[in-house]
């Protein structure tokens, strides 16, 4: 049975906010989301709000349930306990000015039960009005950050991948060295022709580019599968509702109020309908957790790993210069996902984020690229995660003397735990054994292999100025015909 495309109904710990509001105000502040920082104490006044509806709509109720025995059978409300009478009259006298119950006229009952009906009712709209409100403001504070992030917004450096190639920069680097300039002149890369079909930031792979694609992504799935480690590959849709987007935290616009997503136009007949909005995927993490939305998990299926090829798409791609063009950030990419639900605790998660590290290690280790493992700081996280990890490469047109510590580097693949929040927000449950109780299961995700930043950095670090070619990975040559290095062609 196909699914009703309603969006699942989130369960957020609203109760939790509300105990520790300057915790979640801390974090915010800590993670540079300074609006939602003042969300915890809206949500507390709300909620103070909707308790005063919610006593007044029980003393209400109490006077209408009574006027409705005495209309029903008079007699009965002789038998009422008076002092639950008297309280009962006193909350809604002040209300309607009625008289004591048994003194009014079955017209006069059934004028009051009128008026409290349509009390209630507006009462009833007020609770649902700050409950929704409360939901709202609850959905867009991000999640608590781990105790291993750095606070501030500078990164731990935790470890290195295969040894430095060029410890001395060249001075020509940042312009012989760029895949841009290299890709252009092997022919495989065609910037001008995509900015004339699609604008900036698309591009075509031609050739030999177009099969390092294939050969990448190939080479990260035989790497992911081959340990038997319970990886299941997915092919998912690249187009997902927007409400399955928002619930694993990725808005139409960020923090900084910048685009990230691409929406689908809708029809007027289609919105006047009410049928959700569309939109592109900025990542597998989305349709990958989409899976399981508004499902219940058995807790025997978990740890359950998937690993996603898609095309992904990213609207905000970053403002031009040097360290942004050509390939490093595009709108449109394919990209190797890793996804999966875990049980809800800290351990299990973190045995999976490891193993997920591993991988990327694996995969870059075998490329032969230089690169470095960070821990990232709580100003880099996105709002559903607790903990993230980076691996930046080294590419050597980005190198730039000034830069210090951070020269050449630039990221290729990340990791992030996101403890319940996707779950809540996309209603994914874990049954347990035994008791069947009902949990939320955490969630981890890894990207695997980001085509277009190591396609680049391969063909720069790779690159032979002296016969201009570029050399192929090993790991990547049963994939590519062969093939040890690319080399200029005749131009057609």
């Not at 509001?21 to 540079?32: A, D, K």
């Not at 009390?119 to 950050?145: F, V």
Request: with cysteine; charged share 25%; hydrophobic share 35%.
């Amino acid at each position: 049975m196909i699914k009703a495309s309603k969006p699942p109904f989130p369960v957020i710990d609203i109760k939790h906010i509300r105990q520790n509001p300057s915790l979640y105000e801390r974090n915010c502040l800590e993670r540079n989301y300074k609006t939602q920082s003042t969300y915890p104490s809206r949500i507390i006044e709300l909620f103070a709000q909707w308790q005063a509806r919610q006593k007044d709509a029980r003393s209400l109720r109490e006077r209408s349930n009574a006027l409705r025995r005495q209309i029903a059978n008079p007699a009965t409300i002789q038998h009422e306990d008076d002092e639950t009478e008297a309280r009962a009259s006193k909350s809604a006298s002040d209300a309607t000015g009625s008289e004591d119950i048994k003194s009014l006229t079955k017209e006069q009952l059934i004028e009051e039960a009128r008026i409290l009906k349509d009390k209630l009712s507006t009462i009833e709209e007020d609770e649902a009005r700050l409950e929704a409100q409360m939901t709202e403001l609850a959905l867009a504070i991000p999640n608590l950050t781990s105790p291993q992030t750095p606070r501030g917004d500078e990164p731990d450096v935790l470890s290195y991948i295969n040894e430095h190639p060029e410890p001395s920069p060249s001075s020509s680097d940042r312009i012989w060295r760029s895949h841009v300039h290299i890709g252009s002149e092997l022919g495989i890369l065609d910037f001008a022709a995509a900015a004339t079909t699609s604008g900036w930031g698309w591009y075509y792979l031609i050739d030999e580019g177009a099969q390092l694609e294939q050969a990448l992504v190939n080479y990260a799935l035989a790497v992911v599968t081959k340990h038997g480690l319970g990886w299941r590959q997915v092919a998912p849709p690249s187009i997902v509702y927007s409400h399955i987007a928002a619930a694993c935290g990725f808005q139409p616009r960020d923090q900084h109020g910048e685009q990230q997503i691409y929406t689908l136009a809708q029809s007027a007949a289609d919105a006047q309908r009410g049928k959700p909005e569309l939109c592109l995927a900025g990542t597998a993490e989305i349709p990958l957790a989409g899976m399981k939305a508004d499902a219940v998990l058995e807790e025997a299926d978990v740890p359950l790993k998937h690993v996603g090829v898609s095309r992904s798409y990213r609207a905000e791609a970053g403002a031009r210069g040097a360290d942004t063009k050509g390939l490093y950030r595009v709108h449109e990419f394919t990209k190797v996902e890793l996804f999966a639900w875990t049980p809800p605790d800290a351990h299990a998660a973190t045995e999976v984020f490891d193993e997920m590290l591993d991988l990327q290690t694996e995969i870059l280790q075998g490329l032969g690229l230089h690169c470095r493992v960070l821990e990232m700081p709580t100003t880099d996280l996105g709002a559903s995660a607790t903990r993230k990890c980076d691996i930046e490469a080294f590419f050597p047109s980005r190198r730039d003397p000034e830069r210090g510590d951070r020269d050449g580097w630039g990221e290729v693949t990340s990791a992030s735990i996101c403890t319940d929040y996707q779950a809540r927000r996309l209603a994914t449950r874990l049954r347990s054994t035994g008791a069947g109780k009902m949990s939320y299961p955490w969630t981890v995700n890894g990207t695997a292999l980001a085509v277009p930043r190591v396609l680049a950095a391969v063909l720069e670090n790779g690159w032979d100025e002296g016969d201009m070619s570029v050399a192929v990975p090993e790991c990547l040559r049963p994939w590519m015909d062969g093939k040890e290095k690319i080399g200029l062609k005749h131009r057609r």
